[in-house]
């Protein structure tokens, strides 16, 4: 089956840091981009960065850019968003998600809970 | 580009036809996905590229749609249909998605 499990998140201070992972499995990681999309409390869904499969190009969203870095270890089936100097506006649910060739979305994981909070 | 959805809520009952409109703020061609959200879940990608139905999405469900104006429509609503759903455009980083239309029980 394929799958998408998200773990890391919680509760934080402002300014402080979390690292997000997502271990992947029933598919060949490695071949796939692989992205977060987060989604605060009540509100849409909003991209927040991209990593290709051989892991030498990001993207991210302008909201998140010089704080937040996407890194995957294809050895271990895995996706990392390391998370620094978070926001109250960081909190929200964050999803990994696969891409099916094109940029839209085929697997998603079932989302970690980040709370920024003071 | 922004994507703009309407309407933000729509209340139908079952068996009715439903149609959601995704627009865009210039042409993003055919690249164009919709997904399916239900409370407490992760979106469920239904179509992409405009029009091309996912595997094992019922096949009440179509687009269309390409350029700037893009439609999601669902023959006869079920029960397991009442949902949130959000349009997103591909063609270019950022990605974006459009507000969401939450389709309620009339």
């Known amino acids: 089956e394929v799958q998408l499990v998200e773990s890391g998140g919680g509760l934080v201070q402002p300014g402080g840091s979390l690292r997000l992972s997502c271990a992947a499995s029933?598919?060949?990681?490695?071949?796939?981009?692989m992205h977060w999309v987060r989604q605060a409390p009540g509100k849409g869904l909003v991209w927040v960065s991209r990593?290709?499969?051989?892991?030498?190009?990001?993207n991210y969203a302008d909201s998140v850019k010089g704080r937040f870095t996407i890194s995957r270890d294809n050895a271990k089936n895995t996706l990392y968003l390391q998370m620094n100097s978070l926001r109250v506006e960081d909190t929200a649910v964050y999803y990994c998600?696969?891409?099916?060739?094109?940029?839209?979305?085929?697997?998603w994981g079932q989302g970690t809970t980040v709370t920024v909070s003071s | 580009i922004q994507m703009t959805q309407s309407p933000s809520t729509l209340s139908a009952s079952v068996g009715d036809r439903v149609t959601i409109t995704c627009r865009a703020s210039?042409?993003?061609?055919?690249?164009l996905a919709w997904y399916q959200q239900k409370p407490g879940k992760a979106p469920k990608l239904l179509i992409y590229?405009?029009?091309t139905l996912q595997s094992g999405v019922p096949s009440r469900f179509s687009g269309s749609g390409s350029g700037t104006e893009f439609t999601l429509t669902i023959s006869s609503l079920q029960p397991d249909d009442f949902a949130t759903y959000y349009c997103?455009?591909?063609?270019?980083?950022?990605?974006?998605f459009g507000g969401g239309t939450k389709v309620e029980i009339k």
């Open positions: 998600a696969r891409v099916a060739g094109d940029s839209f979305f085929d697997v």
């Open positions: 029933g598919f060949t990681f490695s071949r796939y981009w």
């Open positions: 990593i290709n499969s051989d892991e030498r190009t990001t």
């Open positions: 210039q042409s993003i061609s055919k690249w």
């Open positions: 590229a405009a029009s």
């Open positions: 997103q455009r591909y063609d270019d980083y950022p990605l974006t």
